[in-house]
């Protein structure tokens, strides 16, 4: 490894439920202004008190204990884990958004931190004003910003667009330009955590290639926070894994992907993703994963021809009309087996919840072990869907009864079982 980049010893940080001063300084004057009416939290998070019913408040959580890590210079560092692992929360002690109970942390360089994306671009203001506003609050001085605003708008995609206010942008767009002002920023370590969770395939590509451009050409350091592991795994050289605020695993990024789903993933029968931040960013149609299970199992291996119920739980962030639902499966490494998709079939109002269930059959699949992904998407631009919600889903494993398809060889003979034809038999002889 090269230099050291940055360098965490012995970080721990420490939280007190309820408390003052575990959220921003919004949200503890909403906090205190309950308590003071005597009602309900009104920052607490949907299935909270479901989930911490053993946790009271004034009890102390540990979100990270004794976290030892360097990264070397030019190093791009992937950090996965379950939500409340502890990923977001080593990402804002290095941004000095939050700090340390104990411990230290030094780094050398310029950070762009891409947190959450768009944060400080005002609606009022057109693309090309909260190119300077972004730029400014991320670091660049004005001469910095104007010499590569004409390279940002470009790679944006957004040039057609860029007088117009953008509170008038798409979810796509929105994120396409704010990751472009960051992208352009000459800062040493490069952060990210959950950027590319919306927006078109292809500019998600575009993104993970700049990114290998800037650690390849320019030496940057970049760190990568994703529940999409085929980016992590594309963009990534090293990767750690993270779960209940200590680093699990900490090696080559093929090896980290692989202990993770082999510990966590494969297991659950469900996930909760109400512990994840909530993007605030300007989304039309919007929906958010809540929870997601098995329907009626109580684990994770389906036999033969037995379907596959998966119950989703969801909430609307704004007026919807519309929401389609991708399910794609993968294999344990990544490799892309197929997509399933449910169009236009969710509509509801802001605020409103709701559950659906999906079931599956998958006949075809060979016996093994596969991953799932999660996206609610929505209209198309540029001929391309937009993703409003990608998550992570549930794994399982496939296996059969019969003789003959426990033999089977997926590494040999693939994942996709095709089907048994259909013989016409033709007598071709005189009678």
């Not at 290639?209 to 990534?236: G, W």
């Not at 050289?237 to 992907?257: E, K, L, Q, S």
């Amino acid at each position: 490894m090269d230099e050291p980049i940055i360098t965490f010893e012995n970080v721990s940080k420490q939280y007190r439920l309820g408390m003052i001063g575990s959220t921003t300084l919004r949200e503890d004057l909403q906090r205190l202004g309950a308590r003071m009416r005597h009602k309900e939290d009104p920052t607490k998070k949907i299935g909270q008190s479901q989930m911490n019913q053993t946790l009271k408040i004034g009890d102390a959580f540990w979100a990270l204990k004794d976290i030892d890590l360097e990264i070397g210079k030019g190093e791009t560092l992937g950090i996965i884990g379950r939500n409340g692992a502890g990923k977001s929360t080593l990402l804002k002690l290095l941004c000095r958004i939050t700090s340390p109970t104990t411990g230290t942390i030094s780094y050398n360089g310029r950070i762009a931190s891409m947190l959450e994306v768009g944060t400080g671009f005002h609606g009022e203001l057109t693309g090309r004003e909260n190119i300077y506003l972004n730029g400014a609050i991320l670091g660049m001085s004005r001469k910095e910003i104007a010499s590569k605003i004409d390279s940002i708008i470009e790679f944006s995609e957004c040039g057609q667009f860029i007088d117009t206010p953008v509170k008038r942008y798409s979810s796509g767009m929105y994120v396409k330009l704010a990751f472009s002002v960051a992208a352009f920023l000459d800062a040493e370590i490069m952060i990210m955590d959950e950027v590319l969770a919306v927006g078109d395939v292809a500019f998600h590509k575009k993104c993970i290639d700049r990114m290998k451009e800037l650690a390849r050409q320019d030496h940057r350091t970049v760190l990568y926070v994703s529940h999409m592991l085929p980016t992590v795994s594309e963009l990534c050289n090293r990767c750690i894994v993270m779960d209940h605020g200590h680093i699990t695993y900490d090696g080559a990024t093929a090896d980290a992907i692989s202990h993770y789903l082999e510990n966590e993933a494969n297991t659950a029968t469900s996930i909760d993703y109400t512990e994840s931040v909530v993007r605030r960013v300007p989304r039309r149609h919007a929906v958010q994963l809540l929870r997601a299970s098995f329907e009626g199992k109580e684990n994770t291996v389906f036999y033969d021809d037995e379907p596959i119920r998966i119950r989703l739980d969801y909430k609307f962030l704004e007026d919807s009309d519309g929401v389609s639902f991708r399910l794609d499966l993968k294999t344990p490494d990544g490799r892309p087996i197929g997509a399933s998709y449910k169009e236009h079939f969710l509509s509801g109002k802001s605020g409103q919840e709701g559950s659906v269930v999906l079931k599956y059959d998958f006949p075809e699949l060979a016996a093994g072990r596969y991953r799932t992904i999660f996206t609610f998407l929505f209209g198309s631009e540029g001929g391309a869907a937009i993703a409003l919600e990608a998550r992570e889903g549930l794994a399982f494993e496939k296996k059969f009864s019969s003789l003959l398809d426990a033999k089977w060889d997926a590494a040999r003979l693939g994942s996709i079982r095709l089907p048994v034809p259909v013989v016409d038999m033709q007598n071709s002889g005189e009678g």
